[in-house]
T-cell receptor, first 113, second 118 residues
Framework: KAGVTQTPRYLIKTRGQQVTLSCSPI?????VSWYQQTPGQGLQFLFE???????NKGNFPGRFSGRQFSNSRSEMNVSTLELGDSALYLC????????????FGSGTQLSVL | AQTVTQSQPEMSVQEAETVTLSCTYD???????LFWYKQPPSRQMILVIR??????QNATENRFSVNFQKAAKSFSLKISDSQLGDAAMYFC???????????????FGKGTHLIIQP
C-alpha cells in the first residue's frame, strides 16, 4: 500500500507570492491533517479535513487555507507569503476523524526569499 | 491548553546500550493518547509507539518501551540495544481522545536529537 505522498518536495517562492501544496493520503484514509514544522516553533497543527470539510483549525492566520477533494486528496494554500512561512509542511492521513493513528508524508520544504 | 515538554535537546548513547528519553505533558483531559514519533533525516515522521491513557499497562514495541506515569503526567521512551538506525529526532506527542467535537491535532514537544555512537 502506498504511503502518504506530498508534492512537491521542495519549493522556493518570494515574499508576496502564493503557494499550493498537495497531499495524497493512504488509500482508504479519509482524514487529512496538515502541520507546519520550523526550528523556532517546532511542529504546529494547521488544520484537519474529513469528507471535504474542515473539522479543526490551528492558530494560524487566514492566509493559510486548505481544501479536500472527493477522493480525499488535499491541498493547502498560503497566500501573500512572508519570510516566516519558510518551513517544512507535513501532511498526515488517518482512517477517519478521531482516529489517532496518523501516517505522515515526507513533507514539502518551502523556502520564502 | 495542553503542552508537551521534552527537556533533553540532545542525547548520546553507545551502540547496543539503553537510553531513556523524557517527556512530560500537561492536560485537563482524562482520556487521551500519547505517542513517540521518530524523524530521521528523510524528514518523514514515523510512529514508534503509542499509549492509551486509560491503559495502565505500559506499551512495548520490540526494543522500544514506555514508562507511562499518568498521575505525574510523564511519558518516557526507553530504547534497548540501541542501533545506528535509531539515530534521529524523537518527538513526544499528545492528542485528546475524540469527543465528537473534533480533535485539535497532535501537540508535539520540541524534540530530542538522539545520537548513536558506534
Amino acid at each position: 500500500k502506498a504511503g502518504v505522498t506530498q508534492t512537491p518536495r521542495y519549493l522556493i517562492k518570494t515574499r508576496g507570492q502564493q503557494v499550493t501544496l498537495s497531499c495524497s493520503p493512504i488509500s482508504g484514509h479519509r482524514s487529512v491533517s496538515w502541520y507546519q514544522q520550523t526550528p523556532g516553533q517546532g511542529l504546529q497543527f494547521l488544520f484537519e479535513y474529513f469528507s471535504e470539510t474542515q473539522r479543526n483549525k490551528g492558530n494560524f492566520p487566514g492566509r493559510f487555507s486548505g481544501r479536500q477533494f472527493s477522493n480525499s486528496r488535499s491541498e493547502m494554500n498560503v497566500s501573500t507569503l512572508e519570510l516566516g512561512d519558510s518551513a517544512l509542511y507535513l501532511c498526515a492521513s488517518s482512517v477517519g476523524v478521531g482516529d489517532e493513528k496518523l501516517f505522515f508524508g515526507s513533507g514539502t520544504q518551502l523556502s520564502v526569499l | 491548553a495542553q503542552t508537551v515538554t521534552q527537556s533533553q535537546p540532545e542525547m548520546s548513547v553507545q551502540e547496543a546500550e539503553t537510553v531513556t528519553l523524557s517527556c512530560t505533558y500537561d492536560t485537563s483531559e482524562s482520556d487521551y493518547y500519547l505517542f513517540w514519533y521518530k524523524q530521521p533525516p528523510s524528514r518523514q515522521m514515523i510512529l514508534v509507539i503509542r499509549q492509551e491513557a486509560y491503559k495502565q499497562q505500559n506499551a512495548t514495541e520490540n526494543r522500544f518501551s514506555v514508562n507511562f506515569q499518568k498521575a505525574a503526567k510523564s511519558f518516557s521512551l526507553k530504547i534497548s540495544d540501541s542501533q545506528l538506525g535509531d539515530a534521529a529526532m524523537y518527538f513526544c506527542a499528545y492528542i485528546a481522545a475524540y469527543s465528537g467535537g473534533g480533535a485539535d491535532g497532535l501537540t508535539f514537544g520540541k524534540g530530542t536529537h538522539l545520537i548513536i555512537q558506534p
